[in-house]
């Protein structure tokens, strides 16, 4: 049972932007510990998207683009291409007895 | 480059033990800079950490699992190990080993994922 919670899907027509939200807890987000994103192509492994909030790793483009504010985060991909169909997972640490390393629920991204 | 790879039986039967390796490659699992753990995604669903260990061999588990999980490590072979015992159909998932830097809270590598079955 997942503690960051997210909405299952959003959609968009290439070139638009998205936004994928992610909504904790005092005990985590809220806590000031870092959220993280992974993107999780179809059949693939989950892949480090955004570290820290708002880092992109080595690789990433600069479309993706994350922030955090009070008991929650986003994910924002602008000009949406077609590879980015897959699934997104936020994550973070929670201090309570949840599971210290929590997941949300994941969004998937559809590219009409 | 580092790459971890998950390794063992794909079926496993109700009440037995599931055991599963990561080996990790293009790297030291000795070194002090990282931990290692599990992480879980049933079919169609979302992701579950399970636990991580050091190469000191200092565990932490999800409270959730922690009564039927053991994580341990094989410095000299490269491998961390998982064990979870009295499995039931709904320990069915992909099971991924990833690394998570010392004093980030972040996986970063993970490996590709077995996926393990539960059932007679």
């Known amino acids: 049972q997942s503690v960051l919670t997210q909405p299952p899907s959003v959609s968009g027509a290439p070139g638009q932007r998205v936004t994928i939200s992610c909504t904790g807890s005092?005990?985590?987000?809220?806590?000031?510990?870092?959220v993280h994103w992974y993107q999780q192509l179809p059949g693939t492994a989950p892949k480090l998207l955004i570290y820290?909030?708002?880092n992109r790793p080595s690789g990433v483009p600069d479309r993706f683009s994350g922030s955090k504010s009070g008991t929650s985060a986003s994910l924002a991909i602008t000009g949406l291409q077609a590879e980015d169909e897959a699934d997104y997972y936020c994550q973070s640490y929670d201090s309570s007895l949840s599971g210290l390393y929590v997941f949300g629920t994941g969004t998937k991204v559809t590219v009409l | 480059q580092l790459q971890l790879q998950e390794s063992g039986p794909g079926l496993v039967k109700p009440s037995e033990t599931l055991s599963l390796t990561c080996t990790v490659s293009g790297g030291s699992i000795s070194s002090s800079s990282y931990y290692w753990g599990w992480i879980r995604q049933p079919p169609g669903k979302g992701l579950e950490w399970i636990g991580s260990?050091?190469?000191?061999?200092?565990?932490y588990y999800n409270p959730s699992l922690k009564s039927r999980v053991t994580i341990s490590v094989d410095t000299s072979k490269n491998q961390f190990s998982l064990k979870l015992s009295s499995v039931t159909a709904a320990d069915t998932a992909v099971y991924y080993c990833?690394?998570?830097?010392?004093?980030?809270?972040?996986?970063?590598?993970w490996g590709q994922g077995t996926l393990v079955t539960v059932s007679s």
């Open positions: 820290g909030n708002s």
């Open positions: 260990i050091y190469y000191s061999g200092s565990t």
């Open positions: 005092s005990s985590n987000i809220g806590a000031g510990y870092d």
């Open positions: 990833a690394r998570r830097i010392f004093g980030t809270k972040r996986f970063d590598p």
